[in-house]
Each structure stands twice: as C-alpha cells, then as structure tokens.
C-alpha cells in the first residue's frame, strides 16, 4: 500500500513539532529545564514579597517570574518562529510519498528519500503524525491531508514499518 501527503510548514505545525520532540527526545532535558525554572520562579517571588527589599529589585524579579511563566506557557510557539526564521525559502510545502522500502519528501522541487529505519520515534497529534529524526528534526504529516483517507491504515503502516509503537501527545 502507498500513502501520500501534503504538507504546509506554518506556525502551527513547527509548534506541534516542537512539543513532539520536546514530550520524547528530549524528556529529560525538558524535566530539568523545568525544575530549574520553578527553583528561580520561587526565589524570585520569596524576593518580590519580602518587604526590606527595593521596589525596583522586585520590579525586575517580577519581570523574570513573568518571563519564567511565558516562556513556559509559550515555549513551543516561539521554537516554531525560530525555526521558520531559519527554514530556507521555499520549504513551506512538502508533498510525501510513503512507500514499501521508504518515504520520499519534495520541497521545491528537491527530493530526499528516508528509510523507516531512521526514525527514532513515532508521535500522533489530534491534527498531525509526525516522524522524529533526531534531537532537532521530525517531520509533521497532516492527517486531513492523507491520501488513502484512512488514519487507523496509515498507523498501523507506519508501526510496521519502523517497529515502533506511536506516542499519543493530545494537542
């Protein structure tokens, strides 16, 4: 069986990207970045409400608490506007063709063929499936976009062939 897919690399894909390679790969890294914030989030608001201190040394802890939380609650949204400043101009739109031996993606008229064995791990969203390459490269896979239209097919195509289970992330 062979499956195509066309894909639009906007903000919200390279977010959703982003949360992929962040709840797998890089799980450890994540936990103790998160860790480290909540430890300066709690000094800097011991500091902001403790009295003897100046107005503008806990004017300037509460911008890092507010920056701390920010980044937190937004971390994936600035990743994908990072990573589009540095995507090359025209890989906006990436047509894949999934196959018995492999996968072919072409972007402006530049085709690159992947092995499934190259894939470090699969990763289901509500609106993506997306294949992790490495600690800094996935690839996201519209489901809408799917041709055969079918999900469950495409899942089970894609466990078989890479021998991974997927990872259901929500979002």
Same mark, same amino acid.
């Given at each position: 069986?062979?499956?195509?897919?066309?894909?639009?690399?906007?903000?919200?894909?390279?977010?959703?990207?982003?949360?992929?390679?962040?709840?797998?790969?890089?799980?450890?890294?994540?936990?103790?970045?998160?860790?480290?914030?909540?430890?300066?989030?709690?000094?800097?608001?011991?500091?902001?409400?403790?009295p003897?201190?100046?107005?503008?040394?806990?004017g300037?802890? %509460?911008?890092?608490?507010?920056?701390?939380?920010?980044?937190?609650?937004?971390?994936?949204s600035?990743?994908?506007?990072?990573?589009?400043?540095?995507?090359?101009? %025209?890989?906006?739109?990436?047509r894949?063709?999934?196959?018995?031996? %492999?996968?072919?993606?072409?972007?402006?008229?530049?085709?690159?063929?992947?092995?499934?064995?190259?894939?470090?791990?699969?990763?289901?969203?509500?609106?993506?499936?997306?294949?992790?390459?490495?600690?800094?490269?996935?690839?996201?896979?519209?489901?809408?976009?799917?041709?055969?239209?079918?999900?469950?097919?495409?899942?089970?195509?894609?466990?078989?062939?890479?021998?991974?289970?997927?990872?259901?992330i929500?979002?």
């Open positions: 069986m062979e499956f195509t897919c066309k894909t639009v690399y906007d903000r919200r894909v390279l977010a959703a990207m982003s949360r992929a390679l962040r709840k797998t790969l890089r799980k450890r890294i994540d936990r103790g970045l998160k860790v480290f914030a909540g430890v300066v989030t709690v000094i800097a608001l011991i500091t902001i409400l403790d003897a201190q100046s107005l503008w040394l806990r300037l802890y %509460g911008v890092l608490v507010f920056l701390m939380l920010f980044v937190e609650w937004k971390g994936d600035l990743n994908a506007i990072f990573a589009r400043r540095k995507a090359l101009p %025209g890989m906006e739109v990436c894949a063709r999934f196959g018995p031996d %492999g996968y072919e993606t072409v972007v402006t008229g530049a085709a690159t063929r992947w092995e499934y064995d190259r894939v470090l791990a699969l990763v289901e969203t509500s609106r993506y499936f997306i294949l992790i390459l490495g600690r800094n490269h996935a690839q996201a896979f519209e489901k809408r976009c799917l041709e055969p239209e079918s999900e469950a097919d495409f899942r089970a195509f894609l466990e078989q062939k890479t021998g991974q289970s997927i990872q259901y929500g979002g």
